[in-house]
Each structure stands twice: as structure tokens, then as C-alpha cells.
């Protein structure tokens, strides 16, 4: 079956640097979010993305976050400046329909630790 | 907005035995799917089931199958012959053209 690749799988950041999350969708799949999940609570919506652009963000979504997709392959989260509680586990999904009869495919995670 | 609601922060099964996971959600949207999502200590989200709400048929796979009852906006996950492999965190997820939303998750627990 197809499948969602994320990389790195672990990521170890400095308080205050920039890091990058990348994520490859499956190859036509059209639209491709991004999820947290906070170590023992809920995951949590952030971004969807159709079309190069953002089709709708959670208020957890604010400046400090952007997304790409600068090749036509790899879709990226990049969070500019990490603080402490950016400590998450982030997945990537992807899906080649936005209605309701297909299902989000999950790619494994990252694991983001800002210390 | 939709909201989905799991009321059992943790549940416990002998193995062997059955168990179920209650979702209760909130909408006023006539088109959606329910999807109960596994995340083993992997922390990897594996899908278990999905129900697609203009069915009436309850979904079933395999030693899953779900209780969906659209007028109480209720999505329960039964797991039949339960088995240690299947203890994990529990999701249960609303999708809609608005997007994706999940519960706060059900801990489940396999006692051998």
C-alpha cells in the first residue's frame, strides 16, 4: 500500500532555531495536512493545503508557523523560531479527495524536541 | 464547530475477551465519515475502521466492528477476541469536507 514518509523521525532543536519538517504525500494525492500530538494528549489539527495554498489553519497555526511544497513532492512544515512547548510529535497526511469518502493516509511522525 | 468526545480516558480487557470504546460527537453536517484510528507505543496512527454516515450498516473488519448510531451521534469501537497486539491508544476521528477532528483518545490495556 502507498504510504506517507516523514523525515527526520526524531528532531532535536535548540529553543529559538528554525526547523523544518518534511513530509512526502503519496504521489497524487491532492491535499496534505499537518497534525501535533503534545506527548499523552490529543492530536491536534494545524494545517491543510490544496492548491499551494492554505485551505484552513487552527489557532495553533500563528505566525510562527509556514508550510511549502516547494518540488511538487515534498510538503514541509517549518516553524521559525521553536519554543519549549513546540515539543510534539507531528504528522503528516495526505488525501487525493477533500470530500468525506476518503480516508487521510498518516505518515509515521516526527518527533520534535526543543530543549 | 465539531467536537468529538471520548469519555473513557482508559479502559482494561482480559484477553480473549470483548470490549467497548465509546465516541460521542457533535454536528450539524449531514455528510461525514467516523474513523477510529489505533496508535501503538510506535505512536504511528493506524487506521481500524471507518463508517460512512449515509450507511446504516454498522462497518465491521475483521474482530472490529462499530455501533454507529446517527440520530445519537454515537460511534462506539467493539474489539472481539481481544488480543495483547491491540493495546494501544484508541482515536475515534469525524471527517467532513470542514476536515478532521479527533477525540481525546481511549488508553486500552490487554491483560493476559
Known amino acids: 500500500e502507498p504510504e506517507v514518509t516523514q523525515t527526520p523521525s526524531h528532531q532535536v532543536t535548540q529553543m529559538g532555531q528554525e526547523v523544518i519538517l518534511r513530509c512526502v504525500p503519496i504521489s497524487n494525492h491532492l491535499y496534505f495536512y499537518w497534525y501535533r500530538q503534545i506527548l499523552g494528549q490529543k492530536v491536534e489539527f494545524l494545517v491543510s493545503?490544496?492548491?499551494?495554498?492554505?485551505?484552513?489553519k487552527s489557532e495553533i497555526f500563528d505566525d510562527q508557523f509556514s508550510v511549502e511544497r516547494p518540488d511538487g513532492s515534498n510538503f514541509t512544515l517549518k516553524i521559525r523560531s521553536t519554543k519549549l512547548e513546540d515539543s510534539a510529535m507531528y504528522f503528516c497526511?495526505?488525501?487525493?479527495?477533500?470530500?468525506?469518502?476518503?480516508?487521510?493516509?498518516f505518515g509515521s511522525g516526527t518527533q520534535l524536541s526543543v530543549l | 464547530a465539531q467536537t468529538v468526545t471520548q469519555s473513557q480516558p482508559e479502559m482494561s480487557v482480559q484477553e480473549a475477551e470483548t470490549v467497548t470504546l465509546s465516541c460521542t460527537y457533535d454536528t450539524s453536517e449531514s455528510d461525514y465519515y467516523l474513523f477510529w484510528y489505533k496508535q501503538p507505543p510506535s505512536r504511528q496512527m493506524i487506521l481500524v475502521i471507518r463508517q460512512e454516515a449515509y450507511k446504516q450498516q454498522n462497518a465491521t473488519e475483521n474482530r472490529f466492528s462499530v455501533n454507529f448510531q446517527k440520530a445519537a451521534k454515537s460511534f462506539s469501537l467493539k474489539i472481539s477476541d481481544s488480543q495483547l497486539g491491540d493495546a494501544a491508544m484508541y482515536f475515534c476521528a469525524y471527517r467532513s469536507v470542514r476536515g478532521m477532528r479527533f477525540g481525546a483518545g481511549t488508553r486500552l490495556t490487554v491483560k493476559p
Open positions: 493545503f490544496y492548491n499551494n495554498e492554505i485551505s484552513e
Open positions: 497526511a495526505s488525501s487525493d479527495l477533500t470530500g468525506t469518502n476518503e480516508k487521510l493516509f
